[in-house]
């Protein structure tokens, strides 16, 4: 069983749908988990990170982690095409962390 | 914002020989990393610096790479005798040091191996 899992997609949503993103783990030694976005030929861009169960809000973002179930969640409100790209989940239990592949997200006018 | 910068953004070589890929990392942080990503694959951890050495390398990290900070901006990545399978988006990143996880990187640089 992979460390990290993560469907790539593609995703596709119209405008201004709530996203869901997933990644489900397996190493119960991971302590911090977080989510990068990914534009097309740029570097993975850091949105949010949490240390604990339960839900991290940030504008439009929420990061949800559910570490009994080994479970974390990125949801989009209000999405844009704007947020069209890839998001990593990426998560540790040191200062290393372990990427997910990669969902591939498009949002559609 | 600060940001890591990195150059050239592509570069293309010739199987055998040695590339330098070259960061220049956000001046306050005090630790530095080198990720690769193969085309279609996840980004995978080759080496973290910190205080002028490595502190920790992964199994992709063997004798045919090599860091170095020769200044106090630069941060480099050499990786000696190319191979076909090197090809892949090289990305660098630093992070402050204050024990929160959230690395910064930079946009690559993207190596083909012919």
């Known amino acids: 069983q992979k460390e990290v899992e993560q469907d790539p997609g593609p995703l596709s949503v119209p405008e201004g749908a709530i996203v869901s993103l997933n990644c489900t783990y397996s190493n119960s030694a991971f302590q911090y988990f977080m989510w990068y976005r990914q534009y097309s030929r740029k570097g993975p861009e850091l949105l949010m990170y949490?240390?604990?169960?339960g839900n991290k809000e940030d504008g439009r973002f929420t990061a949800q982690v559910d570490k009994s179930s080994k479970y974390i969640s990125l949801f989009i409100r209000d999405s844009q095409p704007s947020d069209s790209a890839t998001y990593l989940c990426?998560?540790?239990?040191?200062?290393?962390?372990?990427f997910g592949r990669g969902t591939s997200l498009i949002v559609h006018p | 914002e600060p940001e890591v910068t990195q150059t050239p953004s592509h570069q293309v070589t010739q199987m055998g020989q040695e590339v330098i890929l070259r960061c220049v990392p956000i001046s306050n942080h005090l630790y530095f990393y080198w990720y690769r990503q193969i085309l279609g694959q996840k980004v995978e951890f080759l080496v973290s610096?910190?205080?002028?050495?490595?502190?920790?390398k992964s199994e992709i990290f063997d004798d045919q790479f090599s860091v170095e900070r020769p200044d106090g901006s630069n941060f480099t990545l050499k990786i000696r005798s190319t191979k076909l399978e090197d090809s892949a988006m090289y990305f660098c990143a630093s992070s402050d040091g204050s024990g929160q996880p959230a690395q910064h990187f930079g946009d690559g640089t993207r190596l083909s191996i012919l």
């Open positions: 949490t240390y604990s169960s």
């Open positions: 610096f910190y205080n002028n050495e490595i502190s920790e």
């Open positions: 990426a998560m540790g239990g040191s200062y290393i962390p372990t």
